[in-house]
């Protein structure tokens, strides 16, 4: 089973929108079984809270639900826990490294790395307001990192 863990700061706009895509690409393609798909969060501000109204919005429009998740933070036991840790953000990133310490097994990486924008960031809609963009940027990464996966 690969598991994947996907990390934005609050945990209530990109990675949990990164969540449900990718759950929702794996579940079309009838491998749903093969993975554990969760996201966190680097910050403590959000925990408890659920799913961000604009992202709740953008994946109904794609027919997703986010019913049932609710932001939580990032441990240092998911580095054991996860073969992927990938963060929206360079600032993320660092923040992932403070919580888990080095990354001696690779896992940490951005979600844009598994598409041809590698070290390009994923604009967080909490301040950009494009759900859209973020949806977009979103689904190349999954898709990226589906077909790095060979699936």
Known sequence: MISILF???????RSPMAEFVMKDMVQKAGIADNFFIASAATSAEEIG???HRGTRTRLA???ISTAGKYARQMTRK????YDYLIGMDRWNLRS????????REGKLSLLLD???RAGAEIAD???TGNFDETYDDIVEGCRGLLK????
Do not use: F, Q, S
């Open 7 to 13: 990390v934005c700061h609050g945990n209530i706009c």
């Open 49 to 51: 809270n659920p799913v």
């Open 61 to 63: 429009g794609e027919g």
């Open 78 to 81: 998911d580095y054991a826990e």
């Open 96 to 103: 992932m490294e403070r919580i888990v310490g080095p990354d």
């Open 114 to 116: 598994y598409t041809d």
């Open 125 to 127: 809609p909490w301040y």
């Open 148 to 151: 790095r996966l060979g699936c």
